[in-house]
């Protein structure tokens, strides 16, 4: 008789309601500000951090978790008599969760662990692991799981960021000056996406109410009013915003399910405060 957990790193942001409700085991991130390192989602909130950001003068850096805390987490499972567990990780090229995650199978024996790369991060990532978790409560083996979470990650999960601070990422070494200066000078908002593993610019469009729009169109262009969709609207520390966007989303979607999440510590540093994002999965 087979037993599965499902794990997942911290950057899947998943709303603790869900990760209770699904049973999902969460390892955290790390952000570390001068000399000072805090495990995301369990020793700093996603408001705390952009407070001390807004009260820093350097860009905090982030680390990937210790090898020992995948390794722990496992040997854990298997005592409460897991025979398999599912880890859900954020792409393997912006992170070394990954690779901690599966360096840790090595240290265990007495279960079958599956290390899963979703090659994308935040909220995406979290349409893997709510898939996954809803797969395990059925009962389903660990083997077809992965299958399944294969089949999604081919088809691709729709991701769309918008950046409003163009500071973290010229600060982060992704702008250089002169583009830095020229669209603060342009009001330049990004538009982000994920392509082969990684966060690349889509469009770059003038003014922040324009962007938002062009979220919206570009999910108006995937799914229709009838269709039932799984939606997110992602944001950094926004949250009556993303709740007015939620509430839209709705009435174009009833069919659909809406989830608010949120860019935490560690992809909060590299996109920094004000960004909304969305994403969404077709049943």
């Known amino acids: 008789m087979h037993k599965v957990a499902i794990v997942t790193d ?35 909130s996603a ?31 298997a005592e409460e008599g897991y025979t398999d567990v599912i880890v859900i990780t954020l792409s393997s090229e912006i992170s070394g969760t990954f690779q ?21 991060s935040s909220m995406p990532q979290g349409f893997f692991v709510l898939e996954a978790a809803k797969m395990a409560q059925e009962g389903q083996a660990a083997k077809v799981i992965v299958s399944r979470l ?17 500071s973290h990422l010229h600060r982060g070494g992704r702008l250089s000056g002169a583009q830095f200066f020229v669209g603060n000078l342009l009001q330049v908002k990004p538009v982000l996406r994920f392509v082969d593993k990684r966060i690349v610019p889509y469009e770059k469009i003038r003014t ?8 919206f169109e570009l999910i108006h262009e995937d799914i229709k009013p009838e269709d039932k969709a799984t939606i997110s609207v992602i944001h950094a520390n926004r949250e009556e915003e993303a709740k007015e966007y939620a509430d839209e989303l709705q009435k174009d979607y009833p069919n659909s399910e809406i989830i608010i999440s949120y860019f935490g510590p560690v992809i909060g540093t590299h996109l920094g405060e004000g960004s909304i994002g969305l994403t969404w999965i077709k049943e």
């Open 10 to 44: 911290s950057t899947s942001y998943l709303p603790k309601v869900l990760r209770d409700q699904y049973d999902v085991k969460m390892v955290p991130l790390n952000v570390i500000f001068e000399n000072e390192s805090y495990q995301e989602e369990k020793e700093i």
């Open 47 to 77: 408001e705390d951090f952009y407070q001390q950001v807004r009260e820093g003068s350097k860009l905090p850096k982030t680390s990937q978790p210790a090898v020992g805390q995948f390794a722990d987490l496992y040997e854990k499972l």
């Open 100 to 120: 901690s995650a599966q360096s840790a199978t090595t240290m265990v024996e007495s279960i079958d662990v599956h290390v899963f790369d979703s090659e994308i």
């Open 150 to 166: 294969t089949v999604i990650r081919a088809n691709g999960i729709p991701a769309y960021f918008m950046v409003d601070d163009l």
């Open 208 to 215: 922040r109410k324009k962007a938002i729009k062009r979220l």
